[in-house]
């Protein structure tokens, strides 16, 4: 068994799925205690809190892969239940409307601003007990976007998806940096990592290098 497949055997996730948006929100759990990571959470925050519950797991922290409402809507009400500490890239900082995202008549109850207690970087690790979460920084959807790794798992974001690429017409978009950032930074990535991207289903990276019609490899 390879280092990647003995720390797949590690982790176990599950996706939860918005109904407005299609925003995937993702729980990483530790298999072997209760602790996990919460990647995203969403307008699918009552789920997600009855899975929290069910299996009395404790969220070590909260990951953000950038800062655009369908991404970060439960963060506060999630971050008050658990004190888990919230982790973001600072860039992303300058595209939150706090104002206008509480009134969103889909806002959930209980929304409000927070605070970054962990300021990720290129190639920052995050430690997850014996586990260690890399960081990618990946500008082009919007300045601060990241994606995270955990062996041969990248959760992306809205960066890659399946056979397509994140917005750049956004606040904070840039074509130029997201075929930058898919191209030389992801598609340097092993051809068999899995994508967990932000909406849609996964993918890989050897099948976005050959199929992706937004960003093809390098030649």
């Not at 260690?132 to 976007?145: K, M, Q």
């Amino acid at each position: 068994m390879t280092s990647a497949e003995a720390l797949r055997e590690k982790l176990q996730v599950s996706i939860f799925v918005d109904n407005l948006f299609g925003e995937n929100c993702f729980l990483i759990r530790r298999r072997d205690t209760q602790a996990a990571l919460l990647v995203d959470p969403g307008l699918q925050l009552d789920r997600v809190r009855r899975q929290l519950r069910a299996d009395r797991l404790e969220i070590d922290r909260i990951l953000i892969t950038h800062g655009h409402i369908d991404h970060i809507a439960g963060v506060s009400s999630l971050h008050a239940d658990t004190g888990a500490p919230v982790a973001m890239h600072p860039d992303d900082l300058a595209i939150i409307d706090w104002d206008q995202f509480a009134r969103l008549p889909f806002a959930p109850a209980g929304f409000a601003p927070f605070s970054v207690d962990v300021e990720l970087a290129h190639e920052l690790t995050i430690p997850f007990h014996d586990i260690r979460v890399r960081v990618l920084h990946t500008p082009g959807h919007t300045e601060g976007s990241v994606c995270f790794l955990l062996g041969l798992d990248c959760f992306a974001g809205d960066t890659l998806f399946q056979r397509g690429i994140g917005r750049t017409d956004l606040p904070g978009g840039d074509m130029r940096k997201i075929v930058f950032s898919i191209r030389d930074v992801l598609y340097a990535l092993p051809p068999k990592t899995v994508v967990y991207p932000g909406h849609g289903a996964r993918t890989t990276i050897e099948e976005e290098k050959l199929l992706n019609p937004f960003v093809p490899a390098p030649g």
